[in-house]
């Protein structure tokens, strides 16, 4: 078998392995189907992201476009009450959603009302 013959072979392999772990079956990546939510807080809390822990902020969590769109989301913060709110709606493909807390502005406005 010739060296020609072979390479051909070799890149039909490779094109066709590309395909299978790529396809969704709707013709569209994988990777094209994520957005994310990108939490930051001020002080750096732990992230629950539908009952997951992703770290400290600042941290992305990749979200599936076409995946449940309501998201239960807790952000601990040593010396804080939890934070907890419920995201409806899931990040186009690519687009990243920004959730920022700010306990500082938080204990200000809280301090400013007690007196």
Partial sequence: MSLFKIFLIFLILVISIQGI???TGDGSSSDNMIGWYQFNSEP???????????????VSVPVQVYSNPVHDVTIKIEGYEEYNRQLTGNP???ETIPVSLNTNLIANIQ???SE
């Fill in 92 to 94: 186009a493909p690519g």
């Fill in 111 to 113: 301090k400013l009302l």
């Fill in 44 to 58: 750096q809390g732990e992230v629950i992201f539908d009952g997951i822990s992703f770290g400290s902020t600042p």
């Fill in 21 to 23: 772990t790529a396809d």
